[in-house]
């Protein structure tokens, strides 16, 4: 579905991403972990087109992308949950889901279905319909923004760290719900600081060190990894 190669990313004269390779089939849950600073962020933004590389290629479901305009990627079916939420602060929980599903709503087309799909999977958002973002506690702005990921039909949906912060009760809720988007039929790939969970509930993965894939491979054979359960889940 998805290929990065060769990917070299700056800012500025430093380089951030170092000839990265990278795949993701169509239906797995493909996870990449590292370090702070290592470049997990760099390659969503740089898949969804917010940063762009400076060398190598990008293909998703055979088209380059690599120079594609940012809305185009959004309506090809690539939705980037972003790290921090970023959510709509002056909008009201409905209206931010609504806002994303312009990528692909024609005039007056319904959106209900969509809707009512996200109100399922986080049945607190619908009981929030009304309020406004910035009054939402953390936890639920983090909902809220997996949820407006989700509205615009992504056949590949980019999480960005999506438990950081929150409570261990909502952690489960989110790991679960990324399981059953997963199931739903949505490919996904997941950047956590929290590698254990992500590497639970992942096929694949990819550990990211300065900027490089420094190993790759099945979840499973991650997990037990001697070097990465000393560098990334905690011995
Ligand atoms: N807009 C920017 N301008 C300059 N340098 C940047 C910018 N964004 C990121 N960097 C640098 O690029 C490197 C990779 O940053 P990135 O945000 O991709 O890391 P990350 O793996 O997502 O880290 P974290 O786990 O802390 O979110 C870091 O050294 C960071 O300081
Ligand atoms: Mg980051």
Known sequence: MLKLEQIDVYYGNVRALENVDFEVDT??????????????????????????PRQGSITFVGENIERM??????????????????????????????????????????????????????????????????????GEQQILS??????????????????????????????????????QGTTILLVEQNAYAALQIADRGYVLENGRIALFGLAKDLASDEKVKKAYLGG
């Open 27 to 52: 239906g797995e849950i493909v996870t990449l972990i590292g370090a702070n600073g290592a470049g997990k962020s760099t390659i969503l933004k740089t898949i969804s087109g917010l940063n762009r």
């Open 69 to 138: 305009a940012v809305e185009r990627i959004v309506s090809r079916g690539i939705s980037h949950v972003p790290e921090g939420r970023r959510i709509f602060p002056g909008l009201t929980v409905f209206g931010n889901l609504e806002v994303a599903t312009s990528s692909w709503r024609k005039r007056g087309e319904s959106y209900q279905r969509e809707m009512e799909n996200v109100f399922q999977l986080f049945p607190q958002l619908r009981e929030k319909k009304d309020q406004l973002g910035w009054s939402l506690s953390g």
């Open 146 to 183: 997996i949820g407006r990921g989700l509205m615009s039909r992504p056949r590949l949906l980019l999480l960005d760290e999506p438990s950081l912060g929150l409570a261990p009760k909502l952690v489960r809720l989110v790991f679960d719900t990324i399981k059953t988007i997963n199931d």
